[in-house]
């Protein structure tokens, strides 16, 4: 009896390591399977000619980096429902190329209290004097650089402006992140049309580079949902909120609770408010449902 326990024990071991191998061939395969397929960022292809034979050595660096970053991987996935689906709708509305929702990942990796050295902030990584050409409030009182939605539509916005002056959608990444005037000098001074011709600092020589790296993993990772889930168990899902549509505010904490809603879930539904007053204003707030 004993010796069939043994056996019966040996045989659903071996199983279970053999489902574990797969699994993990399956997921190997997938991180580090290097691209079989041109490349491209808003339907430009990034060129591997002789000509731009280095192209291939930046690309290697930024898909290493970013498939062997597993936990950060994990976390863009299970960011991704909190606020893609949204940008996306967004991206389409304005007629700009889905791919520029890679570059908001690249930005702040969909981290919601992200600031750089800069003062950069939020996903979208606005500096303060950008936003408030884009109508975004940033005072002592609120900062709405951290209002996902009017945010959002400030970098739609900005990213249109941007490529109505340059025309190559490309660039208007690159100018994301190193600004426009720069990315027009550089095309001036150096007499060339094309991001990858550009001699540019080492941030914006990578950017487009991590932005194809995350658009390669992220695509991957969609079609090879069925390996990878089991390892990132649940994605963050937003709860149901709705607005609420106020005005001054002498004491928020008051006000949350007359409302039925703790201080601490205002707080973090509405990042975007700096301290525990707001000003005499049309101010909308989200709270649970």
Do not use: C
């Not at 690309?59 to 940008?87: A, G, M």
């Not at 389409?92 to 190329?97: F, H, R, T, Y």
């Not at 940033?138 to 109505?164: G, H, M, Q």
């Amino acid at each position: 009896m004993v010796k069939k326990i043994a056996i019966v024990f040996i045989i659903l071991l071996t199983l279970l390591l053999y489902f574990f191998i797969q699994k993990y061939n399956n997921i190997n395969n997938f991180l580090f399977a290097y691209p079989d397929y041109p490349l491209d960022f808003a339907w430009e292809e990034m060129p591997i000619d002789s000509k731009h034979f280095y192209n291939k050595e930046k690309f290697d660096r930024e898909f290493i980096v970013t498939s062997n970053t597993l936990y950060q991987f994990f976390l863009y996935i299970k960011r991704y429902p909190l606020y893609i689906p949204y940008i996306e709708k967004k991206l389409k509305e304005a007629k700009i190329p889905d791919d520029f929702k890679y570059l908001v990942i690249v930005e702040s990796a969909l981290r919601n209290d992200v600031i750089s050295s800069a003062w950069a902030g939020w996903i979208w990584q606005f500096m303060p004097d950008t936003a408030m050409q884009y109508w975004l409030k940033v005072n002592d009182f609120v900062d709405e650089r951290y209002n996902f939605e009017k945010s959002t539509d400030a970098a739609i916005k900005y990213l249109n402006n941007i490529y109505k002056d340059l025309w190559n959608r490309t660039l208007v990444a690159a100018s994301y992140n190193r600004w426009e005037n720069a990315i027009k000098k550089a095309l001036k001074d150096q007499n060339v049309t094309s991001y990858y011709d550009l001699y540019l600092n080492e941030e914006t020589w990578r950017y487009v580079f991590k932005i194809l790296a995350v658009k390669y993993i992220i695509q991957n990772y969609l079609n090879h949902k069925k390996y990878m889930d089991f390892m990132i168990w649940e994605p963050f899902i937003a709860p149901e909120t709705k607005i609420e549509k106020t005005g001054k505010i002498d004491d928020l904490v008051k006000w949350s609770n007359s409302k039925w809603q703790s201080f601490n879930n205002v707080k973090l539904l509405n990042p975007w408010i700096k301290g525990t007053s707001m000003l005499d204003w049309e101010w909308e707030i989200k709270i649970l449902k």
